[in-house]
């Protein structure tokens, strides 16, 4: 089963964290989201925000030019 990417990358909070919030809304319970971020913010505040409602977060890649997270939503 393919993973939907969302590419948050030219986004800064708090816009970045309202699309993250809208597009894992549609997940079902076991299904994941491939999410890129780049901002300082973001990258902070999805995680926090994804892993408070429920979320597993896999962290692919995370060095100084992009976070790449695998989000999981729970059961």
Known sequence: MERALLN?????CPMAL???KRAV???H?????E?????????????RYLSNHGFTIEVRV????????IVTKGL
């Open 25 to 27: 809304q549609n997940l």
């Open 62 to 69: 995370d060095n100084h030019q992009v976070l790449e997270i």
């Open 18 to 20: 309202l699309l993250a």
């Open 35 to 47: 999410i890129h971020v780049t901002d300082t913010g973001a990258r902070q505040d999805i995680p």
């Open 8 to 12: 948050l990358t030219a986004e800064r």
């Open 29 to 33: 319970s076991g299904e994941s989201m």
